[in-house]
């Protein structure tokens, strides 16, 4: 099982509160940090890129602002993430600083990952970030979010980074070892090394939060591994408490899997496909079908007519030159740039427009050829 972390070409890693923040005295626990960034080192030495999605903004900041134990008000959750976010990015920077990565702060909320436009930023956003050696470190904005701090934690916050970067493995750190079939301090209790799909039984094993800084609980990490699962990444649940937790993972440390029944690639176009209505229609001549067909992304030179309604990150059907759809994908231009461009070279996109976009009006991998034989 652990190959499928050993061969993960590109990782999400969730940290919760209560591994990376001491719950007496409010600080980072450092010696822990430095351990998983040393972890993350030998990740990337491996060649997977990695995303770190970090908890404890809130459990840091309140002992900087002097707020009692117990629980605390809407406001003063958002008042705490606000003082202990500066903290926390400097704990991760310098942590990560230590083993010769550069760090990222992006903070998002669930809906910037469900806002088509708002997605798209974030996402390029991020990929701009790993082609360039960074490590992002995530964390949900609080200051502004609601929902994330009354139910979700950051469990499922990881899981929509996780299909947004079409990464192949979701790692969430956590103060249990896994999931089990009841409560672990229950007689009978026992342990499920892997889940193949989320079923009624398996989501009736879940607890409730128990951990007075984390919010979380196995409930928020079983909607995480849906959402992971779905968008063709294994997800894990393992014990983060000891220090260099991947590493013992590696070693064969207990850790539950979630396997993922087909790759994030081919959920993706399985997505795209099946699972979103065209805004609109692009025409494309006999060179650019063919070069679609072996795999290729279409640029604008050979797109013949724009029809349609439609904004950058929507839906549109590819027609060929017969009339019949060849493929499906996600456009990179709003309708009224996409018919300036149209049949236009790359390099005379920004004199077009008045702008640099993507040289490609659709990315071969926002795109999916139909099967005509079907």
């Not at 400097?90 to 083993?99: I, K, M, P, R, V």
């Not at 970030?129 to 200051?143: S, Y």
């Not at 079908?289 to 795999?295: I, P």
């Not at 060849?326 to 709003?334: F, N, T």
């Amino acid at each position: 099982m652990t190959a499928r972390l050993k061969s993960a070409r590109r990782v999400v890693i969730k940290v919760g509160s209560v591994l990376l923040v001491d719950q007496a005295s409010g600080a980072v626990k450092r010696d822990w940090l430095a351990s998983l960034a040393d972890d993350i080192a030998d990740l990337r030495k491996g060649g997977a890129d990695v995303l770190i999605v970090s908890s404890g903004a809130i459990a840091i900041g309140r002992r900087l602002l002097g707020l009692k134990s117990g629980a605390l008000k809407l406001e003063q959750k958002q008042a705490a993430a606000a003082a202990g976010q500066i903290s926390l990015a400097q704990a991760w920077s310098a942590a990560l600083g230590d083993e010769g990565m550069t760090t990222g702060q992006v903070l998002l909320t669930l809906t910037d990952t469900e806002v088509r436009r708002r997605y798209l930023n974030a996402r390029a956003t991020l990929n701009t970030l790993l082609r360039q050696g960074a490590v992002p470190v995530i964390n949900e904005n609080d200051t502004v979010a609601t929902s994330e701090i009354r139910y979700g934690d950051n469990d499922r916050l990881a899981a929509r980074v996780t299909s947004m970067m079409s990464a192949d493995c979701l790692v969430l750190l956590s103060d249990v070892d896994g999931l089990y079939t009841a409560a672990p301090d229950q007689p009978g209790a026992e342990f499920v090394a892997q889940v193949d799909q989320i079923t009624p039984d398996i989501v009736a094993m879940a607890g409730k939060p128990g951990s007075e800084i984390g919010s979380g609980g196995m409930i928020t990490k079983l909607e995480a591994a849906r959402i992971a699962m779905d968008a063709g990444a294994n997800m894990m649940i393992a014990p983060g408490a000891p220090l260099h937790p991947l590493r013992q993972v590696l070693k064969g440390g207990r850790c539950t899997w979630f396997a993922a029944a087909r790759s994030p690639a081919a959920a993706r176009k399985r997505w795209i496909a099946g699972s979103l209505v065209p805004g609109g229609k692009l025409h494309v001549d006999a060179g650019a079908q063919a070069a679609l067909g072996q795999g290729k992304s279409l640029l604008p030179a050979g797109v013949t007519g724009v029809e349609g309604q439609f904004m950058r990150g929507d839906t549109v059907s590819i027609i060929g030159p017969d009339g019949v759809e060849v493929a499906r994908g996600l456009i990179a231009y709003d309708c009224a740039d996409a018919a300036k461009i149209a049949g236009q070279h790359s390099r005379e996109i920004a004199a077009l427009i008045g702008f640099t976009g993507r040289n490609e009006m659709i990315h071969r991998d926002d795109l999916v050829v139909m099967d005509r034989n079907g």
